[in-house]
């Protein structure tokens, strides 16, 4: 069995991930070229750079009628009022980048079934299209790189070794782990710019205002947003900057709390680059972004399973 730990690193990388930006329905006069195609016109491929971390918005918004007019799911007007400044402080609806594959690199931090400290790992993610996934998470076991990967069809975990690349264990995905992350994968061609706001368009959710609390020294408001399938997520979403700092979920005895933070301007888009994630109230993940690349001209060849010698 692969550890269960990093499946719940790759899990949190991925909510990091589709909070990005979606893949489909983009503008297509902003579309920038691929790396191939820079490389035609004798332009280089850049990385998209890490911003500064933006200022705090003070203010509530005023009402953006062009944001609230796709509002379609069910909300109270507590709730309404609430979303609707939430939502214009990340940057509204329409993307202006269109995305056709991502690279993040993060450090992410957690116990894990060999260590009963908290281990700091490096981790990188690629994803291409609608279909393509693949993370590689190094310093979980000395000497190796472990390997997720995802072809738009089948799932799969490798052990791979660092200094020959050679596959020691491949294991393919769990039933339950690989609908889930087709799940997710779908999810992310509905436009996911972030699932929360990206709810807010469709009629079978419910958005209901609990109560005002506070989140450490930052008073917030609770929102109890209601899926199709009735499993409520909590999210707290900060009066100062509107910005969603804690999202929670309980799913029989465990309760998942993932709390965002350095909330930066990528894209046009307020992007939470630091992510943590607790179980039942202790320490399970922490994610901090380094580095970011849109529309590097990602290979399909790179999603591949690799086969062993």
């Known amino acids: 069995m692969m550890p269960k730990t990093f499946l719940l690193f790759s899990a949190v990388f991925l909510v990091f991930s589709f909070m990005l930006s979606g893949f489909s329905g983009c503008s297509k006069n902003t579309q920038k070229p691929t790396a191939a195609e820079k490389k035609q016109s004798g332009q280089p491929a850049q990385p998209a750079k890490t911003p500064p971390p933006v200022s705090s918005t003070t203010t509530t918004p005023s009402p953006d009628k062009s944001i609230t007019s796709e509002f379609l799911a069910q909300l109270d007007d507590k709730a309404r009022v609430v979303m ?10 329409a993307h202006p980048l269109d995305v056709r594959d991502l690279v993040i690199k993060a450090k992410t931090s957690g116990p894990t079934p060999f260590s009963p400290q908290p281990v700091t790992l490096d981790m990188a993610i690629y994803l291409k299209g609608a279909d393509k996934l693949k993370t590689v998470t190094t310093g979980l076991i000395p000497g190796q790189q472990m390997v997720m990967g995802y072809d738009g069809k089948n799932g799969w975990m490798q052990l791979i ?9 491949t294991q393919d995905l769990p039933a339950q782990q690989l609908q889930e992350l087709r799940t997710q994968m779908v999810q992310n061609v509905m436009r996911v710019n972030n699932p929360f706001f990206e709810a807010l368009r469709l009629p079978t ?7 005002t609390s506070m989140l450490e020294t930052k008073p917030v408001d609770v929102i109890e947003v209601t899926p199709p399938d009735g499993k409520v997520t909590k999210i707290y979403i900060g009066q100062s900057t509107h910005d969603v700092l804690k999202s929670e979920q309980v799913t029989g005895k465990e309760k998942t709390e993932t709390l965002f933070g350095d909330y930066r301007v990528l894209s046009e888009r307020r992007i939470p680059f630091a992510v943590k994630t ?32």
């Open 84 to 93: 609707t400044a939430a939502a214009q402080a990340y940057g509204g609806f």
């Open 161 to 169: 070794t660092i200094a020959d690349k050679k596959v020691t264990r």
């Open 205 to 211: 959710y419910a958005f209901k205002f609990i109560e």
């Open 278 to 309: 607790l179980v039942n109230g202790k320490p399970a993940a922490e994610m901090q972004v380094e580095d970011i690349q849109i529309n590097s001209g990602l290979e399909d060849a790179l999603f591949a399973k690799q086969e062993s010698k």
